[in-house]
């Protein structure tokens, strides 16, 4: 997610140097010397974020924050001025202007009060980018349920949605909708603003299940990767990992999903140091387990 942020100062030294220091740090950014132009610039572009002289020719800052906060009172502005007082900071900030900084200031001080403003801006994007892929995977608000039945398993899984650790087990014949159900789960969870990683267990030849799970460091094996491969348990970090076909579990691969209920913790294949696992795991089947775990085939402790 790049980010834009506006800068409107008529000093040439400093606009050039924000505009150059800030495109490094690897923001997009637009300049404007006037408040004219920076008012017809935030129109026509939009920024996440402004910087913006309290002293300029023309219209003053003053009036380009009443301006833009008219238009959009999301948008963080930082005022920079020459000329700092109380007063002057307080007035700024009930107008409501982000922060304040007086002149002459160091970059590292204007980056981290940009890092704090744009958090909020972030955490708004995801949540939009959220509500309109929930709304492409599920238009009509949810599943529709038409029995009994699946009205039930549709409020099981809206409670169970409600908490971000609980291990759930979605048990139902081929091609009718585990997947889809896990996916609601955790779009209704708070683990929704991270990934949901599928991984089929029936599909991964059993000698390399292990390395798609947990991935592995480098040199683990001849053939390995030079910089080791991530696994799917980490790319799930803080979202929820989704074991399809869990049936299939290799024996060795049951005992270190097991560690990682239990333990939340893991080791990628060749790797020493010890990972958390901060993630929810969803499981579907459509096996009948009890029958696989009376057969040898799946342990009954997981």
């Given at each position: 997610?790049?980010?834009?942020?506006?800068?409107?100062?008529?000093?040439?030294?400093?606009?050039?140097?924000?505009?150059?220091?800030?495109?490094?740090?690897?923001?997009?950014?637009?300049?404007?010397?006037?408040?004219?132009?920076?008012?017809?610039?935030?129109?026509?572009?939009?920024?996440?974020?402004?910087?913006?002289?309290?002293?300029?020719?023309?219209?003053?800052?003053?009036?380009?924050?009443?301006?833009?906060?008219?238009?959009?009172?999301e948008v963080p502005v930082i005022i920079m001025?020459?000329?700092?007082?109380?007063?002057?900071?307080?007035?700024?900030?009930?107008?409501?202007?982000?922060?304040?900084?007086?002149?002459?200031?160091?970059?590292?001080?204007?980056?981290?009060?940009?890092?704090?403003?744009?958090?909020?801006?972030?955490?708004?994007?995801?949540?939009?980018?959220?509500?309109?892929?929930?709304?492409?995977?599920?238009?009509?608000?949810?599943?529709?349920?038409?029995?009994?039945?699946?009205?039930?398993?549709?409020?099981?899984?809206?409670?169970?949605?409600?908490?971000?650790?609980?291990?759930?087990?979605?048990?139902?014949?081929?091609?009718?909708?585990?997947?889809?159900?896990?996916?609601?789960?955790?779009?209704?969870?708070?683990?929704?603003?991270?990934?949901?990683?599928?991984?089929?267990?029936?599909?991964?030849?059993?000698?390399?299940?292990?390395?798609?799970?947990?991935?592995?460091?480098?040199?683990?094996?001849?053939?390995?990767?030079?910089?080791?491969?991530?696994?799917?348990?980490?790319?799930?970090?803080?979202?929820?990992?989704?074991?399809?076909?869990?049936?299939?579990?290799?024996?060795?691969?049951?005992?270190?999903?097991?560690?990682?209920?239990?333990?939340?913790?893991?080791?990628?294949?060749?790797?020493?140091?010890?990972?958390?696992?901060?993630?929810?795991?969803?499981?579907?089947?459509?096996?009948?387990?009890?029958?696989?775990?009376?057969?040898?085939?799946?342990?009954?402790?997981?």
């Amino acid at each position: 997610m790049k980010f834009k942020i506006l800068v409107i100062d008529d000093e040439p030294i400093l606009r050039e140097s924000l505009e150059v220091a800030l495109s490094a740090a690897g923001y997009e950014v637009m300049t404007a010397r006037t408040g004219e132009e920076g008012l017809e610039l935030f129109g026509r572009e939009n920024p996440d974020l402004l910087l913006l002289d309290h002293w300029l020719p023309g219209i003053n800052g003053d009036e380009v924050l009443r301006q833009i906060k008219g238009k959009n009172p999301e948008v963080p502005v930082i005022i920079m001025t020459a000329q700092g007082s109380i007063e002057l900071a307080v007035n700024l900030m009930k107008m409501g202007a982000y922060d304040f900084l007086v002149k002459p200031f160091e970059l590292d001080q204007i980056e981290a009060l940009i890092q704090k403003g744009l958090e909020r801006v972030r955490l708004k994007k995801e949540v939009e980018w959220l509500r309109a892929q929930y709304q492409e995977r599920f238009p009509s608000g949810g599943f529709i349920g038409v029995s009994q039945k699946m009205k039930e398993v549709l409020g099981l899984a809206e409670k169970l949605a409600r908490s971000s650790d609980t291990t759930v087990l979605i048990e139902g014949e081929t091609g009718t909708g585990k997947e889809l159900l896990a996916e609601y789960i955790h779009f209704l969870s708070p683990r929704c603003s991270c990934p949901f990683i599928p991984i089929n267990c029936g599909a991964i030849p059993k000698d390399l299940f292990e390395t798609e799970l947990f991935g592995y460091e480098k040199g683990a094996f001849t053939g390995a990767a030079e910089k080791g491969k991530m696994g799917k348990v980490e790319a799930a970090e803080k979202g929820t990992l989704f074991l399809d076909e869990v049936g299939e579990l290799p024996p060795p691969a049951q005992v270190k999903v097991l560690r990682v209920l239990e333990e939340k913790e893991y080791f990628k294949v060749g790797g020493v140091e010890k990972k958390k696992a901060d993630v929810r795991i969803i499981a579907a089947t459509n096996k009948h387990l009890e029958g696989e775990v009376n057969k040898g085939n799946f342990r009954d402790i997981l």
